[in-house]
Protein backbone atom coordinates (compact mmCIF):
# COMPACT_ATOMS: atom_id res chain seq x y z
CA UNK A 1 0.00 0.00 0.00
CA UNK A 2 2.62 2.67 1.11
CA UNK A 3 3.92 1.87 -2.82
CA UNK A 4 0.88 2.88 -4.30
CA UNK A 5 0.85 5.78 -2.54
CA UNK A 6 4.23 6.57 -3.91
CA UNK A 7 3.57 5.66 -7.51
CA UNK A 8 0.32 8.29 -7.90
CA UNK A 9 1.71 11.62 -7.11
CA UNK A 10 4.94 10.72 -9.14
CA UNK A 11 2.27 9.91 -12.03
CA UNK A 12 0.96 12.95 -11.56
CA UNK A 13 4.00 14.94 -11.59
CA UNK A 14 4.73 13.10 -15.12
CA UNK A 15 1.58 14.19 -16.09
CA UNK A 16 2.07 17.85 -14.37
CA UNK A 17 5.19 17.76 -16.63
CA UNK A 18 3.92 16.54 -20.00
CA UNK A 19 1.52 19.61 -19.37
CA UNK A 20 4.17 21.79 -18.53
CA UNK A 21 5.93 21.12 -21.91
CA UNK A 22 2.75 21.10 -23.95
CA UNK A 23 1.84 24.87 -22.83
CA UNK A 24 5.67 25.58 -23.06
CA UNK A 25 5.41 24.22 -27.07
CA UNK A 26 2.13 25.86 -27.43
CA UNK A 27 3.51 28.97 -26.82
CA UNK A 28 7.09 28.65 -28.47
CA UNK A 29 5.15 28.08 -31.53
CA UNK A 30 3.25 31.19 -30.87
CA UNK A 31 6.22 32.89 -30.36
CA UNK A 32 7.60 31.99 -33.76
CA UNK A 33 3.95 32.97 -35.47
CA UNK A 34 4.24 36.52 -33.82
CA UNK A 35 6.70 37.96 -36.03
CA UNK A 36 5.37 36.28 -38.88
CA UNK A 37 2.07 38.03 -38.18
CA UNK A 38 3.60 40.77 -37.56
CA UNK A 39 5.73 41.02 -40.61
CA UNK A 40 2.69 41.04 -42.72
CA UNK A 41 0.55 43.19 -40.62
CA UNK A 42 3.26 45.83 -41.50
CA UNK A 43 3.68 44.79 -45.16
CA UNK A 44 1.75 47.09 -47.98
CA UNK A 45 -0.93 45.62 -49.91
CA UNK A 46 -1.98 45.08 -53.42
CA UNK A 47 -3.25 48.49 -54.38
CA UNK A 48 -1.72 50.48 -52.00
CA UNK A 49 0.40 53.19 -53.20
CA UNK A 50 3.99 52.34 -52.76
CA UNK A 51 5.86 55.35 -51.04
CA UNK A 52 8.29 57.50 -52.41
CA UNK A 53 11.75 56.42 -52.45
CA UNK A 54 15.32 57.45 -53.22
CA UNK A 55 18.41 55.41 -53.28
CA UNK A 56 21.93 55.16 -53.93
CA UNK A 57 22.93 52.54 -56.67
CA UNK A 58 26.15 50.04 -56.61
CA UNK A 59 27.50 52.62 -58.66
CA UNK A 60 26.13 55.85 -55.58
CA UNK A 61 23.82 57.11 -58.31
CA UNK A 62 20.74 58.23 -57.00
CA UNK A 63 17.66 56.22 -58.30
CA UNK A 64 14.34 57.96 -57.47
CA UNK A 65 10.65 56.14 -57.67
CA UNK A 66 9.58 59.25 -59.80
CA UNK A 67 12.23 57.21 -62.38
CA UNK A 68 9.77 54.48 -62.10
CA UNK A 69 6.55 56.37 -63.03
CA UNK A 70 5.15 53.96 -65.94
CA UNK A 71 7.14 51.09 -65.41
CA UNK A 72 6.35 47.59 -63.69
CA UNK A 73 9.25 47.16 -61.10
CA UNK A 74 10.34 44.05 -58.59
CA UNK A 75 11.85 45.83 -55.57
CA UNK A 76 13.49 42.85 -53.71
CA UNK A 77 15.03 43.52 -50.31
CA UNK A 78 17.91 41.36 -48.97
CA UNK A 79 19.26 40.68 -45.62
CA UNK A 80 22.90 40.82 -46.40
CA UNK A 81 25.50 40.54 -49.50
CA UNK A 82 27.07 37.98 -49.99
CA UNK A 83 25.36 36.04 -47.65
CA UNK A 84 24.18 32.13 -48.90
CA UNK A 85 20.90 33.19 -49.43
CA UNK A 86 20.63 36.74 -50.82
CA UNK A 87 23.56 35.24 -53.15
CA UNK A 88 21.09 32.18 -54.47
CA UNK A 89 18.28 34.66 -54.93
CA UNK A 90 20.09 37.37 -56.76
CA UNK A 91 21.70 34.62 -58.67
CA UNK A 92 17.90 33.44 -60.13
CA UNK A 93 16.83 36.96 -60.58
CA UNK A 94 19.90 36.93 -62.72
CA UNK A 95 19.17 33.79 -64.26
CA UNK A 96 16.03 34.80 -64.93
CA UNK A 97 16.77 38.98 -65.84
CA UNK A 98 15.79 38.13 -69.66
CA UNK A 99 12.63 37.08 -69.04
CA UNK A 100 11.97 40.07 -66.91
CA UNK A 101 12.96 42.44 -69.48
CA UNK A 102 10.77 41.07 -71.55
CA UNK A 103 7.58 41.26 -69.20
CA UNK A 104 8.76 45.08 -69.10
CA UNK A 105 9.66 44.53 -65.70
CA UNK A 106 12.56 46.34 -63.98
CA UNK A 107 14.75 44.34 -61.12
CA UNK A 108 15.86 46.34 -58.15
CA UNK A 109 17.88 44.79 -55.35
CA UNK A 110 18.08 46.68 -51.72
CA UNK A 111 19.64 46.28 -48.62
CA UNK A 112 21.15 48.06 -46.03
CA UNK A 113 24.86 47.27 -47.42
CA UNK A 114 26.71 50.44 -48.62
CA UNK A 115 27.61 51.03 -52.44
CA UNK A 116 30.42 49.65 -52.28
CA UNK A 117 29.46 45.79 -50.96
CA UNK A 118 26.51 46.18 -52.81
CA UNK A 119 29.36 47.06 -55.87
CA UNK A 120 31.59 44.08 -55.25
CA UNK A 121 28.21 41.53 -54.76
CA UNK A 122 27.07 42.42 -58.41
CA UNK A 123 30.52 42.22 -59.65
CA UNK A 124 30.85 39.18 -58.16
CA UNK A 125 27.90 37.57 -59.01
CA UNK A 126 27.52 39.45 -62.58
CA UNK A 127 24.17 41.31 -61.76
CA UNK A 128 23.00 43.37 -64.99
CA UNK A 129 20.20 45.06 -62.08
CA UNK A 130 20.78 47.50 -59.63
CA UNK A 131 21.68 47.37 -55.75
CA UNK A 132 20.19 49.90 -53.80
CA UNK A 133 21.22 50.87 -50.50
CA UNK A 134 18.91 51.79 -48.04
CA UNK A 135 19.41 53.63 -44.41
CA UNK A 136 16.27 51.89 -43.17
CA UNK A 137 14.02 54.77 -44.23
CA UNK A 138 12.17 52.97 -47.23
CA UNK A 139 12.40 49.44 -45.27
CA UNK A 140 10.72 50.57 -42.02
CA UNK A 141 8.06 52.51 -44.83
CA UNK A 142 7.12 48.82 -46.10
CA UNK A 143 7.49 46.58 -43.31
CA UNK A 144 10.83 45.08 -44.20
CA UNK A 145 12.20 46.70 -40.85
CA UNK A 146 11.00 47.76 -37.74
CA UNK A 147 13.87 50.10 -37.05
CA UNK A 148 16.90 52.12 -37.75
CA UNK A 149 19.06 50.51 -35.76
CA UNK A 150 18.12 46.55 -37.56
CA UNK A 151 21.24 44.81 -38.46
CA UNK A 152 19.65 43.79 -41.92
CA UNK A 153 16.03 44.40 -43.53
CA UNK A 154 13.67 41.01 -43.99
CA UNK A 155 13.54 39.03 -47.15
CA UNK A 156 11.00 40.65 -48.74
CA UNK A 157 9.42 42.14 -52.03
CA UNK A 158 7.03 44.23 -53.53
CA UNK A 159 6.23 43.93 -57.29
CA UNK A 160 5.03 47.64 -58.01
CA UNK A 161 2.99 48.26 -61.09
CA UNK A 162 3.56 51.60 -63.74
CA UNK A 163 0.89 53.79 -61.46
CA UNK A 164 3.25 53.24 -58.25
CA UNK A 165 0.61 51.09 -56.73
CA UNK A 166 1.51 47.46 -55.23
CA UNK A 167 0.54 44.66 -57.66
CA UNK A 168 1.96 42.08 -55.12
CA UNK A 169 3.71 42.05 -51.55
CA UNK A 170 5.78 39.20 -50.90
CA UNK A 171 5.83 38.43 -47.02
CA UNK A 172 7.49 34.86 -47.45
CA UNK A 173 10.63 34.62 -49.85
CA UNK A 174 12.20 31.51 -50.81
CA UNK A 175 15.44 32.39 -52.15
CA UNK A 176 15.54 29.74 -54.49
CA UNK A 177 11.96 30.25 -56.45
CA UNK A 178 11.23 33.31 -56.01
CA UNK A 179 12.12 34.62 -59.58
CA UNK A 180 10.24 31.94 -60.66
CA UNK A 181 7.20 33.32 -58.96
CA UNK A 182 7.07 36.12 -59.96
CA UNK A 183 7.33 36.00 -63.24
CA UNK A 184 4.68 33.65 -62.73
CA UNK A 185 2.60 36.36 -60.81
CA UNK A 186 3.56 39.19 -63.53
CA UNK A 187 2.05 36.39 -66.63
CA UNK A 188 -1.34 35.94 -64.37
CA UNK A 189 -1.57 39.48 -63.97
CA UNK A 190 -1.02 40.35 -67.82
CA UNK A 191 -3.56 37.62 -68.48
CA UNK A 192 -6.29 39.57 -66.13
CA UNK A 193 -5.30 43.18 -67.54
CA UNK A 194 -8.15 44.51 -69.75
CA UNK A 195 -7.15 44.78 -73.20
CA UNK A 196 -5.44 48.36 -73.97
CA UNK A 197 -8.78 50.55 -75.78
Known sequence: MPLARQALPASRGRRRIAAAGVALALLASAALLAPRA????????PGDTFPEWSLRDQTRQMVRSQDMAGKTYLLWFYPKAMTPGCTAEGQALRDSFSAFTEKGVEVLGVSFDSPEENRRFAQTEG??????SDDGGLAIAVGAA???????????SYLVGPDGKVLRAYASVNPA???EEVLRDVSALTSEAPPAS
Open 38 to 45: ARAAGMLA
Open 177 to 179: THA
Open 146 to 156: DARDQATPRRI
Open 127 to 132: FPFRLL
